[in-house]
């Protein structure tokens, strides 16, 4: 007798169709074992929600905050199967059994379910297997290692604290379950929103299809489709939200050390900034500011008087973010924990008795940060910080993580009402702890912005805090992998996210470190740290040449700030990405993805980054189509193609887009006092035709949403600049403007507001010469100044301007 395979005894899908309804925006399909709801969010966002008969999810979420647009949509029936057709998108639903795949209206395919399995059970397990399409591509996922293009990888979302993980190790600590898949001319987005312990499978140890996978809860998932990628991320975060303005200091060079203390050791590094004309704008305390490691304590012999500390380095131009650890420490008669147990705050097992498990303070409780109430708590007790100055808070350990790192899973969480085992709970508890944290601080600082940091996160993190992608270490390898995650969470709608420059374990090599720096100026969150114990790892403890390098780039980001503050802008507007992958913009260029080229990005539209290892000076770079300024000389490079570069290790690979405008200003100390800061620079790179928004407002407080901003247009052509006149009524603090026109000969001539205007040229400088310190090394001798750049000077005014040459 033949072998008979024991066909389909464990896995159950999706079975057959028997009726469907329809109630505004949602179809509903009962088949035979379970209930699929197709929710039209709008023409480009589907929702699915797929459950078996038996079950009921409430369907909430903490990282949806939009609600289904009543566009309009058809449902049509055929004998064996059902469209739903909005203006973009038409969704195929197969009857028998019910399967599910989408194409763009004009018909093409971008993803369809397995045929055989769908959506399918094993146990309390549910997965969505989708067919693998030829030469399927797949970016995204957020804060994961590995490559740029995770074809034939599988991640786990499991928040976890991975301290000194290796560049391919999952999961580490934030959870973002979304992510673009790209084939042929096509991309689209899926957003599984499931708070368990998810799995995705890229075509991983298969060669069938790729799925997403939860241990238990609601197949739950957002098919999106753009005909590009940055639509793709516009309509994820109009589900998940965006960046809310940071403030300004927050975007300038920040100093970290695990730990600054006692503290003259704070104001040391602060007035050796200042003395070493290194601009910077951040001092961080890390756990040792505590009494005891007591959240919501000062030590009282390290920090007797924060509150003059405080003023003292503010008056220095410089803000302190402080740490927050989730445990409390179990000690009666400690107010946090006595308050905090008397109303019942913290996390319980089962049967009623308070959870502890040990992190720094020893046995310690947690908050549930999943209750409003305890998030409201959470945040009244920030003021024994706000009351001695701080506007900055960094949430760490929030996975949450304990010694041991494996909390029980019986473990229960208010969930909004809801309850929740830590299995449904542990991914979005640090973001609700940031969450609070964040409330906390909006309330407590009465108007003005707080900057929050957090390691752990869910999808819908980027609208409380900043990201850092925790304890990596002082390599090469981990710097550029560095670059790969925070462009990932650029995908995944977390722009303002960046990595320990240095490396937190271990220790750089002054080589490094300089190449680290540079490139970390390039980062929208920008900041050194290194461990307890390790070497002095401040720009200036390498050697001169090093702290020369440094001072370079960090100026060379705070003339930049103009631009990133606006690109930061576009980032709260649609979603979009500050450190851009190339796989944004040149999604269907092979090349971008390839092992050497896959760590290059665009900061903001214009500035093509190309990290080098320290290791070397020659190093193969790939520049996407179109036409490129090397940022220091101008020289123009063709895109579409490969180059060796020399990349010594004082200049770190910049090219500018041609069809570009950079708005630069001078450099400052710190950027609480940008406002005497008059002259805009507009260099504008012609090439192609663009345009760029300008934003600016007061960098510190909320008024900005009730008007207080201005914004203004910038287009360029071929031989022009339109300026438009601004929009919204904030007063800004440029008063004059300085034209660089790029790549035109120094005896054009020029007009502005179509009248003759005076020309002049000078050889300008984006970084300034390294002392020639090293008998060994020599810096490189080709010349760093762009020769005769032409300009035109006028004054600021709020009324159009046009620049003719
Ligand atoms: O168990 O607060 O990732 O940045 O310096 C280590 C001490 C706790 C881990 C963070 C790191 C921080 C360190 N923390």
Same mark, same amino acid.
Request: glycine share 8%; proline share 5%; charged share 25%.
């Given at each position: 007798?033949?072998?008979?395979?024991?066909?389909?005894?464990?896995?159950?899908?999706?079975?057959?169709?028997?009726?469907?309804?329809?109630?505004?925006?949602?179809?509903?399909?009962?088949?035979?074992?379970?209930?699929?709801?197709?929710?039209? !969010?709008?023409?480009?966002v589907?929702?699915?929600?797929?459950?078996?008969?038996?079950?009921e999810?409430?369907?909430?979420?903490? @990282?949806v905050?939009?609600?289904?647009?009543?566009?309009?949509?058809?449902?049509?029936?055929?004998?064996?199967?059902?469209?739903?057709?909005t203006?973009?998108?038409?969704?195929?639903?197969d009857?028998?059994?019910?399967?599910?795949?989408?194409?763009t209206?004009?018909?093409?395919?971008?993803?369809?379910d397995?045929?055989?399995?769908?959506?399918?059970?094993?146990?309390?397990?549910?997965?969505?297997?989708?067919?693998l399409?030829?030469?399927?591509?797949?970016?995204?996922?957020?804060e994961?290692?590995?490559?740029?293009?995770?074809?034939?990888?599988?991640?786990?979302?499991?928040?976890?604290?991975?301290f000194?993980?290796g560049?391919?190790?999952?999961?580490?600590?934030?959870?973002?379950?979304?992510?673009?898949?790209?084939?042929?001319?096509?991309?689209?987005?899926i957003f599984?929103?499931?708070?368990?312990?998810?799995?995705?499978?890229?075509?991983c140890? /298969?060669?069938?299809?790729?799925?997403?996978?939860?241990?238990?809860?609601?197949?739950?998932?957002?098919?999106?489709?753009?005909?590009?990628?940055? *639509?793709?991320?516009?309509?994820?975060?109009?589900?998940?939200?965006?960046?809310?303005?940071?403030?300004?200091?927050?975007?300038?060079f920040?100093?970290?050390? =695990?730990?600054y203390?006692?503290?003259?050791?704070?104001l040391?590094?602060?007035?050796?900034?200042?003395?070493?004309?290194?601009?910077?704008?951040?001092? !961080?305390?890390?756990?040792?500011?505590?009494?005891?490691?007591?959240?919501?304590?000062?030590?009282?012999?390290?920090f007797?008087?924060?509150?003059a500390?405080?003023?003292?380095?503010?008056?220095? *131009?410089?803000?302190?973010?402080?740490?927050?650890?989730p445990?409390? %420490?179990?000690?009666?008669?400690y107010?946090?924990?006595?308050?905090g147990?008397?109303?019942?705050?913290?996390? %319980?097992?089962?049967?009623?008795?308070?959870?502890? @498990?040990?992190?720094?303070?020893?046995?310690? @409780?947690?908050?549930?940060?999943?209750?409003?109430? +305890?998030r409201?708590?959470?945040?009244?007790?920030? /003021? +024994?910080?706000?009351?001695?100055?701080?506007?900055?808070?960094?949430?760490?350990?929030?996975?949450?993580?304990?010694?041991?790192?494996?909390?029980?899973?019986?473990?229960?969480?208010?969930?909004?009402?809801?309850?929740g085992?830590h299995?449904?709970?542990?991914?979005v508890?640090?973001?609700q702890?940031?969450?609070?944290?964040?409330?906390?601080?909006k309330?407590?600082?009465? *108007?003005?912005?707080?900057?929050?940091?957090?390691?752990?996160?869910?999808?819908?993190?980027?609208?409380?805090?900043?990201?850092w992608?925790?304890?990596?270490?002082s390599s090469?390898?981990?710097?550029?992998?560095?670059?790969?995650?925070?462009?990932?969470?650029?995908?995944?709608?977390?722009?303002?996210?960046?990595?320990?420059?240095g490396?937190?374990?271990?220790?750089?090599?002054?080589?490094?470190?300089a190449?680290?720096?540079?490139?970390?100026?390039?980062?929208?969150?920008?900041?050194?740290?290194?461990?307890?114990?390790?070497?002095?790892?401040?720009?200036?403890?390498?050697g001169?040449?090093v702290?020369?390098?440094?001072?370079?780039?960090?100026?060379?980001? =705070?003339?930049?700030?103009?631009?990133?503050?606006?690109?930061?802008?576009?980032?709260?507007?649609?979603?979009?990405a500050?450190s851009?992958?190339?796989?944004?913009?040149?999604?269907?260029?092979?090349?971008?993805?390839?092992?050497p080229?896959?760590?290059?990005?665009?900061?903001?539209?214009?500035?093509?980054?190309?990290?080098?290892?320290?290791?070397?000076?020659?190093h193969?770079?790939?520049?996407?189509?179109?036409?490129?300024?090397?940022?220091?000389?101008?020289?123009?490079?063709?895109?579409?193609?490969e180059e060796?570069?020399?990349?010594?290790?004082?200049?770190?690979?910049?090219?500018?887009?041609?069809?570009?405008?950079?708005?630069?200003?001078?450099s400052?100390?710190?950027?609480?006092?940008?406002?005497?800061?008059?002259?805009?620079e507009?260099?504008?790179?012609?090439?192609?035709?663009?345009?760029?928004?300008?934003?600016?407002?007061?960098?510190?407080?909320?008024d900005y949403?009730?008007?207080?901003?201005?914004?203004?247009?910038?287009?360029?052509?071929? /031989?022009?600049?339109?300026?438009?006149?601004?929009?919204?009524?904030?007063?800004s603090?440029?008063?004059?403007?300085?034209?660089?026109?790029?790549?035109? %000969?120094?005896?054009?001539a020029?007009?502005?507001?179509?009248?003759?205007?005076? +020309?002049?040229?000078?050889?300008?400088?984006?970084v300034e010469?390294?002392s020639?310190?090293?008998?060994?090394?020599?810096?490189?001798?080709?010349?760093?100044?762009?020769?005769?750049?032409v300009?035109?000077?006028?004054?600021?005014?709020?009324?159009?301007v046009?620049?003719h040459?």
């Amino acid at each position: 007798m033949a072998h008979q395979h024991r066909k389909g005894t464990f896995n159950k899908s999706v079975s057959q169709y028997i009726s469907h309804q329809v109630t505004g925006q949602e179809l509903r399909i009962n088949t035979e074992n379970s209930q699929v709801r197709i929710i039209v !969010y709008d023409h480009s966002v589907i929702r699915f929600r797929i459950a078996k008969n038996e079950e009921e999810h409430s369907g909430f979420s903490y @990282a949806v905050i939009a609600e289904p647009s009543p566009v309009n949509f058809t449902v049509t029936e055929e004998a064996d199967c059902l469209f739903v057709l909005t203006d973009l998108l038409k969704i195929k639903i197969d009857k028998f059994p019910v399967r599910i795949s989408a194409f763009t209206k004009q018909g093409e395919l971008l993803n369809s379910d397995d045929k055989a399995f769908g959506t399918s059970w094993l146990g309390h397990e549910v997965t969505t297997y989708k067919k693998l399409q030829a030469g399927e591509r797949f970016i995204g996922l957020g804060e994961k290692t590995g490559g740029l293009d995770r074809r034939g990888k599988a991640y786990v979302n499991w928040n976890s604290d991975n301290f000194a993980y290796g560049v391919d190790d999952d999961p580490i600590y934030l959870s973002t379950p979304f992510y673009i898949g790209v084939h042929g001319h096509q991309n689209y987005g899926i957003f599984f929103d499931n708070s368990h312990k998810t799995t995705f499978s890229f075509g991983c140890s /298969n060669d069938r299809f790729s799925y997403f996978q939860a241990e238990d809860g609601e197949m739950n998932y957002y098919f999106i489709w753009k005909p590009d990628v940055a *639509g793709i991320i516009e309509r994820y975060t109009w589900l998940t939200g965006r960046i809310e303005m940071p403030p300004l200091w927050s975007l300038g060079f920040q100093q970290c050390r =695990y730990s600054y203390y006692p503290y003259p050791e704070v104001l040391n590094a602060a007035r050796t900034f200042r003395e070493k004309d290194i601009p910077a704008d951040v001092l !961080y305390l890390d756990i040792h500011y505590m009494d005891a490691y007591k959240v919501f304590t000062w030590h009282p012999e390290r920090f007797p008087h924060p509150e003059a500390l405080m003023k003292e380095l503010k008056s220095m *131009g410089f803000n302190v973010v402080v740490i927050l650890d989730p445990g409390v %420490k179990k000690e009666p008669g400690y107010s946090a924990y006595d308050d905090g147990k008397e109303k019942g705050h913290f996390v %319980k097992y089962p049967d009623g008795a308070e959870f502890n @498990a040990q992190v720094w303070p020893g046995w310690s @409780a947690f908050p549930d940060f999943t209750k409003e109430e +305890v998030r409201d708590w959470w945040g009244k007790q920030m /003021n +024994v910080l706000t009351n001695n100055g701080i506007e900055g808070f960094w949430n760490d350990m929030n996975e949450p993580a304990a010694w041991g790192q494996h909390l029980p899973d019986l473990i229960e969480f208010d969930y909004e009402g809801e309850g929740g085992t830590h299995k449904k709970s542990h991914n979005v508890y640090g973001m609700q702890m940031a969450r609070s944290t964040y409330e906390g601080g909006k309330t407590l600082l009465q *108007g003005k912005r707080a900057f929050v940091l957090t390691r752990a996160g869910y999808s819908g993190i980027q609208r409380y805090a900043a990201v850092w992608t925790g304890d990596n270490v002082s390599s090469d390898e981990h710097m550029l992998a560095g670059t790969r995650l925070v462009n990932s969470m650029g995908l995944t709608g977390i722009p303002f996210a960046g990595n320990d420059v240095g490396g937190f374990a271990g220790e750089a090599t002054p080589e490094l470190f300089a190449r680290w720096i540079a490139l970390g100026a390039f980062s929208p969150f920008f900041r050194s740290h290194s461990m307890v114990n390790s070497r002095d790892s401040e720009p200036w403890s390498f050697g001169e040449e090093v702290e020369d390098i440094s001072r370079n780039y960090i100026k060379l980001r =705070y003339r930049l700030m103009p631009y990133l503050y606006s690109v930061f802008f576009e980032a709260s507007q649609t979603g979009m990405a500050v450190s851009r992958s190339l796989a944004i913009d040149y999604t269907f260029d092979s090349n971008i993805y390839s092992d050497p080229y896959q760590n290059q990005y665009l900061f903001g539209p214009s500035i093509l980054v190309i990290p080098v290892e320290s290791t070397r000076e020659l190093h193969k770079a790939y520049f996407p189509e179109g036409t490129w300024y090397n940022l220091y000389t101008d020289k123009i490079q063709h895109g579409n193609r490969e180059e060796i570069l020399i990349a010594s290790k004082e200049l770190q690979p910049l090219y500018v887009k041609a069809g570009s405008i950079l708005l630069m200003q001078q450099s400052s100390d710190h950027l609480l006092n940008v406002k005497e800061l008059e002259r805009m620079e507009i260099h504008v790179y012609p090439g192609a035709e663009t345009s760029f928004v300008y934003y600016e407002d007061d960098g510190e407080t909320y008024d900005y949403k009730t008007g207080s901003s201005l914004s203004r247009t910038f287009e360029l052509k071929s /031989n022009s600049l339109r300026i438009s006149a601004q929009t919204g009524n904030y007063h800004s603090h440029f008063k004059n403007c300085r034209v660089f026109i790029h790549g035109i %000969k120094p005896d054009s001539a020029v007009s502005l507001n179509a009248m003759s205007s005076d +020309v002049e040229s000078i050889d300008y400088r984006f970084v300034e010469p390294v002392s020639d310190f090293d008998p060994y090394h020599k810096p490189p001798g080709e010349p760093l100044e762009v020769k005769d750049l032409v300009y035109v000077d006028f004054k600021w005014s709020e009324g159009e301007v046009v620049v003719h040459w």
